[in-house]
């Protein structure tokens, strides 16, 4: 059976731009997929590789974890856990970084900004988290890992240590592909439509997540920032703005950028703000209804209790493979 494999960190809470570019996929493709197994966790071994609240991390692996459900991902065909709950992940890092190069990892561009950000020191474990995430994917055999656009070039190193190593000691792991949406792969921040919508950056106002108030997302889609033009036309360079706010109302209607262009021919971007204010607002309200029915309830518990246990299953035999073609065992 094929696997299809993705993980969300809980460095923050999860914002529109994770929503559209990847957790809302992992349950269409669920659905879409029923052959398939389907692995998704909540990457918390991926959230200490940068200085974090203890509490604020304890909090959000939780809520990482109902907002999954919330969004539709069932656990029929799927296993579905937190990371640092199945040991084989750290595990399996080790044994991938004896064939990943320093080279390889100091050119991926996700290391390089977040090391210009830290104060005081680069921890190792944000140089090594490329090599973790390999090691994620690797452990289960995927062969599909639904992804935003920014996790393009980690998911080519996945490749690259994968066939590394099994050149070097004989076939051993399956080389993961990415799915990447056409539309949605890479929401922009509403205030700087030319960076990334990141639950980690610091502009709150041009960061909508899922979990706030619904008042105050609709504020926030009313007051990004756009060009003087005041004509509702796709160009991702020339009109950064509203080409995002396009891509976000077609993500979450169906509509093409053409269809939308005309139906709005003569619209101001207030009135296009406005409507898709109310898209965006109906779309959490309805998730954070779910979110609330899951995230005190014991059924969470037991949802992620099981699905350690069938991940370790997988995890550890595979573990065990990899130990014995690089040579640790006795015999
Ligand atoms: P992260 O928040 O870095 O754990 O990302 C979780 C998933 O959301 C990954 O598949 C990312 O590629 C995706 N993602 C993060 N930010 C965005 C964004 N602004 N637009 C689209 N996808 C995103
Ligand atoms: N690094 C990913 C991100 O920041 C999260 C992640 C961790 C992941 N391990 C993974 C995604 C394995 C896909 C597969 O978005």
Do not use: W
């Not at 090599?131 to 690797?138: G, H, P, Q, S």
């Amino acid at each position: 059976m094929k696997v299809v494999l993705s993980g969300v960190k809980p460095s923050g809470i999860p914002t529109l731009g994770n929503y559209i570019g990847a957790i809302r996929n992992f349950a269409r493709l669920q659905k879409e997929m029923k052959d398939h197994h389907f692995i998704f966790f909540v990457a918390d071994l991926h959230a200490i590789t940068v200085p974090h609240d203890v509490e604020e991390l304890r909090k959000n692996i939780r809520a990482v974890a109902a907002l999954y459900l919330a969004c539709g991902l069932t656990t029929e065909n799927a296993s579905f856990f937190i990371q640092s709950e199945v040991p084989e992940h750290a595990e399996m890092c080790y044994v991938l970084q004896s064939v990943c190069y320093m080279g390889e990892l100091e050119r991926m561009t996700q290391y390089k900004d977040k090391a210009r950000k830290q104060k005081s020191g680069i921890p190792v474990a944000l140089f090594n988290y490329p090599t973790l995430m390999a090691a994620d994917i690797l452990l289960y055999d995927a062969n599909y890992v639904p992804v935003g656009d920014d996790q393009k070039q980690h998911l080519e190193l996945a490749r690259n240590i994968a066939e590394r190593f099994n050149n070097r000691y004989g076939e051993t792991f399956v080389v993961p592909e990415a799915l990447i949406n056409k539309t949605g792969a890479r929401i922009m921040n509403l205030q700087e439509p030319t960076k990334k919508m990141d639950k980690s950056e610091s502009n709150n106002k041009g960061c909508i997540f899922l979990l706030e108030s619904i008042n105050s997302a609709k504020k926030k889609i009313k007051s990004a920032v756009t060009d003087s033009e005041n004509k509702i036309q796709y160009h991702k360079t020339k009109k950064p703005g509203i080409s995002n706010l396009m891509t976000i109302y077609s993500a979450l209607t169906g509509l093409s950028n053409k269809e939308i262009e005309k139906k709005y021919a003569s619209g101001s971007y207030g009135a296009f703000k406005t409507e898709l204010a109310e898209i965006v607002g109906g779309e959490i309200a309805a998730l954070q209804k779910r979110y609330n029915e899951i995230i005190n309830s014991s059924d969470l518990d037991k949802i992620l209790d099981d699905g350690r246990e069938r991940a370790r299953e997988i995890a550890s035999k595979k573990l065990k493979e990899v130990y014995k073609k690089v040579g640790l065992t006795r015999r």
